[in-house]
């Protein structure tokens, strides 16, 4: 699957049951797009993890804290209208043992990632959150 915006190779993965609800749509799985941070319904997603750290050495290698922060994220294009499944899946990331913060600080300075997200600007907002 290609990204639609910038036609970059998405990352396909499959979403866990516990955090479906966080995912907009009714897929089983989702696709971010290491480029442009783009997330989408995915109908088939793989059923191995991939490598997040595809996107940026500074995402999660663990899929505990990888896939919610993947979604958060995929989200930040509209905190205000996912401002609660945010703030949800950062509890999780934080509980998997990775501070969200300092990877959204990263990915906003990391090569390759081009994204139409003000992550400076997100990240001020995400630390309200917590």
């Known amino acids: 699957m290609h990204c639609p915006d910038c036609d970059t190779r998405m990352l396909a993965f499959a979403v866990p ?41 500074s995402f999660p290698a663990q899929s505990a ?11 930040l294009s509209s905190l205000a209208i996912h401002r609660q499944e945010i703030s949800a899946l950062l509890e999780r990331v934080e509980h998997a043992g990775v501070d969200p913060l300092l990877v959204v600080d990263r990915l906003s300075v990391a090569d390759g990632v081009e994204t139409e997200i003000d992550l400076e600007g997100r990240r001020r907002q995400l630390e309200q959150l917590l």
Do not use: H, N
């Open 17 to 57: 049951a516990d955090l479906r609800d966080y995912l907009p749509g009714e897929q089983p799985g989702a696709a971010i797009c290491p480029r442009c941070l783009q997330l989408r319904p995915a109908t088939d997603p793989p059923e191995a993890v991939p490598d997040f750290r595809q996107i940026d050495d």
């Open 65 to 75: 804290a990888a896939i919610p922060m993947a979604l958060v994220v995929g989200l």
